[in-house]
């Protein structure tokens, strides 16, 4: 249900904002293509995404697909493509389905839930919100397992800072991985964040180790130390309070969505065939 809220490429033509100079990226027979165009692009191939985050190279990319988008456009204009029957069959089909996405986010926009009750919902679920352990971990990369084998016989036998300070230095004169010129520092991190094989050898180490042999990934051969570990521990309401409201909105409209679909489908006359014929099977 959450994904009919999500609107179209035609829902954000309604979307109205002022226009400046700086919004503009290309005008094509007068007509303005805009940086909001080009978001709502980007944002209907991968919702994730966004035009701002884009290289150089990319938004060129995305601007020469809308200008080719309008071309095409006035071309299927000039085309009478607007009198073919099938296009006025689409475009009902859209309307409808415009229709009920602007309806379904009007729903979910008028949920309304207090901070007294996201607080009460906290109180009673506390126990699962509760940030992960955690680890801080560093690592060497380097291409094969010989060359890390070394690096563990140079690092053999230190201890303390002794270790941590020659694995530093061994991670910025060695490391492949972006994390070299950092000391191998990857930051802190939960289980399951890595991949497999340098998540297991990670919560094998106790805090100021190393590993002893090459741990071997799909990027590599790595020597990792672990630096810190921290316990799971409870999260303050403040930090979970939006995201507890999001959820208990979601619950709100998806129960009145129901409601109010069970109330139009009893007043409503109804056939229905699929449900006919599958029932005779």
């Known amino acids: 249900m959450v994904k ?51 290289n150089p190279v990319q938004q060129n990319m995305i601007t020469e697909r809308l200008i080719e988008k309008v071309l095409f456009m006035e071309l299927a204009k000039k085309e009478g493509i607007e009198n073919d029957p099938e296009f006025k069959v689409a475009l009902e089909k859209i309307k409808e389905e415009l229709l009920v996405n ?10 309304i839930v207090s901070d007294s009750e996201a607080k009460e919902f906290y ?10 352990e955690r680890v801080h971990a560093r690592h060497i990369l380097v291409k094969d397992e010989k060359t890390a084998k070394d690096i563990i016989a140079q690092l053999h036998g230190l201890k303390g800072d002794a270790l941590k300070t020659k694995f530093i230095a061994l991670a910025k004169e060695k490391s492949t991985g972006p994390s070299g010129p950092k000391g191998g520092d990857l930051g802190n991190f939960s289980k399951g964040q890595m991949v497999p094989a340098f998540s297991k ?25 672990l630096e810190g570990k921290s316990d799971a521990k409870p999260v303050s309401y403040d930090q979970v309070k939006n995201r507890i409201i999001a959820s208990l909105k979601q619950q709100e409209f998806a129960k009145k969505v129901a409601s109010v679909a069970k109330e139009l489908k009893s007043k409503a006359t109804i056939t229905n065939v699929a449900s006919e014929v599958n029932s005779t099977k």
Do not use: R
């Not at 919560?203 to 790595?222: D, I």
């Open 201 to 225: 050898a990670v919560w094998s180490l106790h805090v100021g180790e190393m590993t002893k042999e090459p741990v071997k990934t799909q990027f590599g051969y790595h020597v990792i130390y």
């Open 4 to 54: 009919i809220i999500k609107t179209s490429l035609l829902a954000a033509a309604f979307v109205t904002s002022s226009l400046v100079a700086s919004d503009i990226l290309a005008t094509v027979n007068g007509k303005n293509i805009t940086k909001q165009d080009a978001e709502v692009f980007v944002n209907a191939t991968s919702p994730n995404a966004h035009f701002s985050q884009l």
């Open 102 to 111: 602007l309806w379904m986010k009007k729903q979910l926009e008028s949920a």
């Open 123 to 132: 109180e009673k679920n506390k126990t699962k919100f509760k940030q992960k």
